[in-house]
DNA sequence: TTGCTCCTCACGTCACGTGAGGTGGC
DNA sequence: TTGCTCCTCACGTCACGTGAGGTGGC
């Protein structure tokens, strides 16, 4: 056994030691990025130590998510800046995250409202999507960040309960409303604390936010953005049962 | 103007409306996904009523992620479940999600890292990258998912302080070390505070977490742990100082 | 001769972007 | 004839996966 069949690998061997594949050891061949510094008469690959530490190397970049093309500046030309590197490839993920949990959110909320709906059907799906695209509007993208934190916060578990908590609510305040009670009625008391709780719970103590919900109720039809659980005449009491508590 | 004239329109018009390019009309018409319903004598595509709805839902689905070819599926064959193609959507973005989140904070800390070293060199990013991998070992999945939530919540600029705030302490605390000033001196109750605040802030108050870290750093080398701020014997009595305040 | 490892093409992926080269209607 | 809109190929993207068809060493 000679030194060099020590410190070479066929390209099998090396695959297996850094877990990559065959084909990418072949690709980054193709691409110049790892050229195996020998080969065998036959034609195959013999990779040395200098190779396998570049590899190494390859791996970790690749890793972090860089893209091949990156990975063959920084380790061959010198022209690259690493940090700026870092920071750009930081600013691009923040960037991938923040659309990934807007797109996230948007599906986690037309799934609970198809799982609640009668029959869920992509008739069903895009009116969902017009109402949220409706309601969105209402808030700047800064309280659409905040209220990505928020619900990442409370889980999805914790927020179908707030609706559920908010239907069950809105059914009590209907009977109270159809048995005429005095909006002001003490016995209305325990709704106008839940509600805040409700509120304050969605808006972690945002008033900003607190501010724009409201503008989305006092404008947009409360049947429509409730999907039916919540008529103008219901909204209107609760808005009546509210203004007591606020004074 | 005959009806037909109002109700039609050439590929320009209708993708220019609905926010999409003309190649992608030509694209799905490739697929079959989206076929004009006529076409004039010159071959021009003309998208009728039935055409701009369909195209419709299409951009929006498209919006929530999907592929076309789930696309396709959901419009034609009534044999995909709009419920479960929802929520593996869902579940396929929450893991690209916590993916996504592991590649900033890594990425984060090596950023860091580097811009506090002297020289910015692949040789140091690749030590750092190994030491990171070290200290992950020690955390359990949903750690590492707890702590993400928790990164998330204070922000960058909060954790680039409160390293700064460690850095700080551990260069207080090596100069009594020098003066040979008593682990347990009352004096030393400042650092003790702000040190069970910083390790609070770090875990947010999880038990489990904080063992986690605990064993980090009694089993691994605290230099390259803090990548040369605290050595062993400033570490040694670093501990010697906390034990004084849970006592 | 039989296995095993290796080799070199070369197409496919996903949703289009980007020309190239050409035609119809005002 | 000049613009404008449209047409149909067809290659490129990114990092390989996946065969197909074939060769060298024990």
Same mark, same amino acid.
């Given at each position: ?29 193709d691409l110049g990025l790892l050229v195996p510094s020998e080969r065998t008469y036959a034609g195959y690959r013999l990779y040395g130590a200098e190779d ?55 599906l986690g909320a037309i799934s609970d409202a198809l799982a609640r709906s009668d029959e869920p059907s992509l008739q069903s799906l895009i009116e969902t999507m017009e109402a949220l695209k409706v309601v969105e509007r209402y808030y700047t993208p800064e309280q ?40 002001? %009625? @003490? ?5 106008? *604390?839940?509600?805040?709780? &409700?509120?304050?719970? $969605?808006?972690?103590?945002? +008033? ?12 947009? %039809? @409360? ?5 039916? *659980?919540?008529?103008?005449? &219901?909204?209107?009491? $609760?808005?009546?049962?509210? +203004?007591?508590?606020?004074?």
């Amino acid at each position: 056994m000679s030194p060099a069949d020590a410190e070479q690998f066929q390209i099998g061997e090396l695959a297996k030691a850094c877990g990559v594949t065959v084909r990418a050891l072949h690709h980054y061949d193709d691409l110049g990025l790892l050229v195996p510094s020998e080969r065998t008469y036959a034609g195959y690959r013999l990779y040395g130590a200098e190779d396998v530490r570049r590899l190494y190397r390859i791996v970790v970049l690749r890793g972090l998510g860089l893209s091949l093309a990156e990975i063959s500046e920084l380790l061959d030309g010198a022209g690259i800046e690493l940090g700026d590197l870092l920071s750009r490839q930081l600013g691009a993920l923040e960037r991938q995250l923040s659309e990934t949990r807007r797109l996230r959110d948007r599906l986690g909320a037309i799934s609970d409202a198809l799982a609640r709906s009668d029959e869920p059907s992509l008739q069903s799906l895009i009116e969902t999507m017009e109402a949220l695209k409706v309601v969105e509007r209402y808030y700047t993208p800064e309280q659409h960040e905040q209220l990505a934190r928020r619900r990442e916060q409370l889980g999805s578990d914790a927020i179908k309960d707030a609706e559920r908590a908010w239907e069950e609510l809105f059914a009590q305040l209907r009977v109270e409303m159809n048995a005429g009670t005095d909006p002001a %009625d @003490p016995r209305l008391d325990g709704i106008r *604390t839940r509600s805040a709780e &409700l509120v304050r719970a $969605f808006t972690g103590g945002d +008033a900003s936010i607190g501010r724009s919900l409201g503008r989305v109720w006092s404008t947009e %039809d @409360p049947a429509k953005l409730s999907r039916g *659980t919540v008529d103008s005449p &219901l909204h209107a009491y $609760f808005s009546k049962v509210c +203004a007591v508590g606020a004074s």
